[in-house]
C-alpha cells in the first residue's frame, strides 16, 4: 500500500495559453521538490513534461504530462497542460481528474483567449482556481494593474495571496503576514482582503472577527480557506518567475497547505443509473476509476492514465470496465512523471496512476470492481468540434491498413481529432482544431508508425435538404425473358424543422393493399440509398419526412429489388420538385489580435460572408472579435490571420449551426457535381 492517505493528495492541472510557462514552471517546482536535480528548459528541450518528438521540435507542449512526486509528506499529481488552442481537447481533459485549476498567466500578455476559456470551464466544472501570475521578472509587466483586470474580468474572488517584494526578486506571503514591504499595495491592505474573502463564508468566524477584529487561524482559518475555495468565493493569486526560480517554494507550501485533498474537493459529476451520484473518497469503499488520458507508449504500448475516485485498485487484479460483464486484468500499475514510469502495487482513493496494454480501455471509461456501478458514467466536458481538415492519401499503395491503424490509435489519444470516409467524395478526411494540430498528427503517424501520407484540400461537408412539399412517382418494369421486374410507387416529401431530431422519417400511407407491407423495406432502402449520397450536389440529405401513399405490384414479378429501385426514382423524382437545397456548416471563431489590426479584421471576415457578433477590447492593448462564418471560407484561415497581423493574431474556432447556401454559391457546386449512371 502507499505510505500517504487519501488526505495527502495533491491533484492539480496547470492550464491557460500557450507560451505563459507552465511547463518551465512545472519543471521548478520539481527541481523545489528535490525530485529532479537540475532545472530543464523548454529551449533547451529536456524538460520532464516536454519529452514527445514533435514537442521537442516545436518548442512548447502538444499533449498534458502527469507528473506524480512525493514532497514534505504530500503526494502530487501534477498535470502539465498544452496552452495552444488547437490542442485544447488535451487540457480539457484532464479536468475532471484534479481538485484543483491553476490558471497560469504570462504577466506582459495578461488574460489572453485560453485563460477566458479554461476559467469558464473550471466555473462551470465547480473546479476551485487558482491563478499564478508567471514571468514577474520582466520589466515591462505592470502587475498592479494585471491585478486589476483580473478582478474586472473573473471577479472580486481574484485576490492576492502573496506580493512581489525587493524588485521582484522575492515573494511576500500576505496570507499569515500583515506587515513587510511590497511592490505594489500594501501587506496589510492585501492581508485584510483575503481575510475577508475567507472569514465570509463562515458566519461564526465573521461574527468573531468583527468583534475581536483578530483573523482566525490554524484549523478553523484552514476550514474556511478551503470552503471559500469549493464556493468560488476565493480565486488565491500568486506571483512567480518561474524562469528565476522567484515565489516557486512559496507556490509549492501554498499547494501544500491550502489546496483541498480529494477528500476536500468538489464531487465530480458522475450518473448512476440516469441519476447523480458523487463517489465517496474512501479507500475501503468499492472501487471506482474515470480514464481521463490514453497515450501510445513506444515500449510500453497503449497507456491509459486514469483517476481512482472511490476505492482502491490493487496491481495484478481484475476489474470491470463501464458494463463491461468479463472482467479485465490490470497488471503493472504505473506511477508516472513525464516518459518516466515506476511500478506501484496499489492506488488509493484520490490517486493518478497509469496501465498498460489494456486496448479496451477508451477515454472516458469507467474502471469498477462492482456489478452495481455498470451504469456508471462521468459527465464529460464538451470539447470543441475538430473543424479544420485535409485530404490524406498515404504516401506508399498498399499502406491504408497501416495508415487506419495509425489514426485509430490517434484518434484514442485526441478527442479533438477524427478521420473518416467521406463516401460521397471518395475522400478520407481528417479533422481537427487547426493547422498545427493537423501537422503534428501527420507528423506522429511518422514518426510513431511509420506511415507516411500526402495532404490534399476537403470538400466541405455540405447538407442537402429540401424546402418545400412535393409527390413522386416511379415505375420499374424490367422484362428479360423468364420471371421480370415489377414495383411502383407513389410518394410525397416535405421538409423537417432543421433542429428536428431525427433528420428523417419514413410513413405507410397505403392502404387497400397497393403496395404489400413485405415491400415496404424495400422502397426505405430505396430511399435511404439516397439520403446517403444525395440527390442534386453528392452529398448526405437529411431533413425529409417521405410518405408512401400509393403503388402497384404484380402477384409474379414484382421483387423486393423492383420496389428498391422504384422506391429510389420516386424519391429523386420528388427530391426536383421540392426545391432542394444546400446547407452549409457555419463556425463560431474567436480572433485576438493587437488593437490596431481590427479593422482589417472585420473587413475581412464581412468579406468572407461571415458576421461579427461583438468585439472587445482586452489588457495590453488586444482585441477580441467573435462572428460566425461559413466554414468554407476558413480553410486557410490561419495563414491569412498570420499575414494580416504578422504573427501576432490568433484564433479558436468551434462548429455553430448550418444555414442555406447562397443560390449563387449553390449552383457552382450543383454544375461541379458529376453523378455516375447507375444500372437499377
Given at each position: 500500500m502507499p505510505n500517504y492517505t487519501t488526505s495527502d493528495i495533491r491533484n492539480i492541472a496547470f492550464v491557460g495559453h500557450g507560451a505563459v510557462g507552465k511547463t518551465t514552471l512545472a519543471e521548478h517546482i520539481l527541481f523545489e521538490a528535490g525530485v529532479v536535480g537540475r532545472c530543464g528548459t523548454v529551449e533547451d528541450k529536456n524538460t520532464t513534461a516536454d519529452f514527445e518528438v514533435e514537442e521537442k521540435e516545436h518548442g512548447h507542449s502538444l499533449s498534458s504530462a502527469v507528473l506524480s512526486f512525493d514532497h514534505a509528506g504530500k503526494r502530487f499529481n501534477i498535470i502539465d497542460t498544452p496552452g495552444f488552442p488547437d490542442f485544447l481537447g488535451q487540457a480539457i481533459t484532464a479536468l475532471p481528474a484534479v481538485e484543483v485549476a491553476v490558471i497560469v498567466v504570462d504577466a506582459t500578455k495578461g488574460i489572453q483567449t485560453v485563460t477566458r476559456r479554461m476559467m469558464k470551464l473550471a466555473i462551470e466544472r465547480n473546479l476551485p482556481r487558482m491563478i499564478v501570475v508567471n514571468k514577474i521578472d520582466l520589466p515591462e509587466a505592470d502587475l498592479e494593474a494585471l491585478v486589476g483586470q483580473l478582478k474586472e474580468t473573473f471577479g472580486d474572488a481574484c485576490t492576492p495571496i502573496n506580493l512581489p517584494s525587493a524588485g521582484r526578486t522575492r515573494v511576500v506571503d500576505v496570507?499569515?503576514?500583515?506587515?513587510?514591504?511590497?511592490?505594489?499595495?500594501?501587506?496589510?491592505?492585501?492581508h485584510t482582503a483575503i481575510i475577508?474573502?475567507?472569514?465570509?463564508?463562515?458566519?461564526?468566524?465573521?461574527?468573531?472577527?468583527?468583534?475581536?477584529?483578530?483573523?482566525?487561524?490554524?484549523?478553523?482559518?484552514?476550514?474556511?480557506?478551503?470552503?471559500?475555495?469549493?464556493?468560488?468565493?476565493?480565486?488565491?493569486?500568486?506571483?512567480?518567475?518561474?524562469?528565476?526560480?522567484?515565489?516557486?517554494?512559496?507556490l509549492l507550501h501554498i499547494f501544500c497547505n491550502h489546496c483541498p485533498s480529494p477528500?476536500?474537493?468538489?464531487?465530480?459529476?458522475?450518473?448512476?443509473?440516469?441519476?447523480?451520484?458523487?463517489?465517496?473518497?474512501?479507500?475501503?469503499?468499492?472501487?471506482?476509476?474515470?480514464?481521463?488520458?490514453?497515450?501510445?507508449?513506444?515500449?510500453?504500448?497503449?497507456?491509459?492514465?486514469?483517476?481512482?475516485?472511490?476505492?482502491?485498485?490493487?496491481?495484478?487484479?481484475?476489474?470491470?470496465?463501464?458494463d463491461g460483464k468479463k472482467p479485465i486484468r490490470i497488471g503493472h500499475l504505473l506511477s508516472v512523471r513525464g516518459k518516466e514510469h515506476t511500478e506501484a502495487d496499489s492506488a488509493i482513493a484520490g490517486d493518478i496512476v497509469g496501465v498498460a496494454k489494456i486496448e479496451d480501455i477508451h477515454l472516458n471509461g469507467v474502471l469498477h470492481d462492482s456489478p452495481e456501478y455498470n451504469d456508471v458514467h462521468l459527465e464529460p466536458i464538451p470539447t470543441p468540434r475538430?473543424?479544420?481538415?485535409?485530404?490524406?492519401?498515404?504516401?506508399s499503395r498498399g499502406d491504408e491498413t497501416k495508415v487506419g491503424g495509425a489514426v485509430h490509435k490517434l484518434m484514442d489519444e485526441d478527442p479533438t481529432f477524427v478521420v473518416e470516409r467521406v463516401a460521397a467524395t471518395h475522400q478520407t478526411v481528417a479533422r481537427g482544431l487547426g493547422e498545427l494540430h493537423m501537422r503534428v498528427m501527420i507528423e506522429r503517424m511518422k514518426n510513431r508508425f511509420g506511415v507516411?501520407?500526402?495532404?490534399?484540400?476537403?470538400?466541405?461537408?455540405?447538407?442537402?435538404?429540401?424546402?418545400?412539399?412535393?409527390?413522386?412517382?416511379?415505375?420499374?418494369?424490367?422484362?428479360?425473358?423468364?420471371?421480370?421486374?415489377?414495383?411502383?410507387?407513389?410518394?410525397?416529401?416535405?421538409?423537417?424543422?432543421?433542429?428536428h431530431e431525427v433528420g428523417f422519417?419514413?410513413?405507410?400511407?397505403?392502404?387497400?393493399?397497393?403496395?404489400?407491407?413485405?415491400?415496404?423495406?424495400?422502397?426505405?432502402?430505396?430511399?435511404?440509398?439516397?439520403?446517403?449520397?444525395?440527390?442534386?450536389?453528392?452529398?448526405?440529405?437529411?431533413g425529409v419526412k417521405v410518405s408512401v401513399y400509393d403503388g402497384k405490384h404484380?402477384?409474379?414479378?414484382?421483387?423486393?429489388?423492383?420496389?428498391?429501385?422504384?422506391?429510389?426514382?420516386?424519391?429523386?423524382?420528388?427530391?426536383?420538385?421540392?426545391r432542394p437545397v444546400l446547407l452549409e456548416p457555419f463556425v463560431s471563431i474567436e480572433v485576438t489580435a493587437p488593437s490596431s489590426y481590427m479593422g482589417d479584421l472585420t473587413s475581412d471576415i464581412a468579406g468572407k460572408r461571415g458576421r461579427v457578433q461583438g468585439t472587445d477590447m482586452l489588457a495590453g492593448d488586444q482585441c477580441m472579435i467573435t462572428a460566425v462564418v461559413p466554414l468554407s471560407e476558413t480553410l486557410s484561415y490561419a495563414s491569412q490571420l498570420k499575414s494580416m497581423?504578422?504573427?501576432?493574431?490568433?484564433?479558436?474556432?468551434?462548429?455553430?449551426?448550418?444555414?442555406?447556401?447562397?443560390?449563387?454559391?449553390?449552383?457552382?457546386?450543383?454544375?461541379?457535381?458529376?453523378?455516375?449512371?447507375?444500372?437499377?
Open positions: 496570507l499569515d503576514s500583515d506587515s513587510g514591504e511590497v511592490d505594489f499595495m500594501s501587506v496589510a491592505e492585501a475577508d474573502r475567507v472569514v465570509e463564508v463562515d458566519d461564526e468566524l465573521m461574527e468573531q472577527y468583527l468583534e475581536t477584529g483578530e483573523a482566525p487561524a490554524g484549523e478553523k482559518r484552514h476550514a474556511a480557506f478551503e470552503q471559500a475555495l469549493r464556493e468560488g468565493h476565493l480565486t488565491p493569486v500568486c506571483f512567480v518567475s518561474a524562469k528565476q526560480g522567484v515565489g516557486v517554494k512559496e477528500e476536500e474537493g468538489n464531487p465530480r459529476p458522475f450518473k448512476k443509473n440516469g441519476e447523480d451520484w458523487a463517489p465517496t473518497p474512501d479507500p475501503t469503499k468499492p472501487a471506482c476509476a474515470h480514464v481521463f488520458k490514453v497515450a501510445t507508449d513506444a515500449f510500453v504500448g497503449k497507456l491509459a492514465f486514469f483517476r481512482v475516485h472511490q476505492g482502491t485498485i490493487k496491481a495484478n487484479s481484475q476489474v470491470l470496465l463501464n475538430p473543424m479544420f481538415g485535409q485530404g490524406i492519401i498515404p504516401k507516411e501520407v500526402d495532404t490534399e484540400p476537403p470538400r466541405v461537408a455540405y447538407r442537402e435538404t429540401i424546402s418545400a412539399n412535393a409527390e413522386g412517382h416511379h415505375r420499374h418494369k424490367k422484362q428479360t425473358g423468364g420471371a421480370g421486374q415489377f414495383g411502383e410507387v407513389y410518394l410525397r416529401i416535405e421538409p423537417l424543422a432543421m433542429d422519417e419514413f410513413e405507410d400511407d397505403t392502404f387497400g393493399g397497393s403496395v404489400p407491407k413485405q415491400f415496404m423495406p424495400a422502397i426505405e432502402k430505396g430511399v435511404r440509398a439516397v439520403l446517403e449520397h444525395g440527390a442534386v450536389a453528392g452529398y448526405p440529405m437529411s404484380h402477384p409474379v414479378d414484382s421483387k423486393e429489388v423492383a420496389f428498391v429501385a422504384a422506391g429510389k426514382r420516386a424519391f429523386i423524382d420528388a427530391i426536383k420538385k421540392a497581423t504578422a504573427g501576432q493574431g490568433s484564433f479558436t474556432m468551434d462548429f455553430s449551426h448550418e444555414e442555406q447556401t447562397p443560390p449563387n454559391v449553390q449552383a457552382e457546386i450543383v454544375a461541379a457535381y458529376k453523378p455516375k449512371d447507375e444500372e437499377d
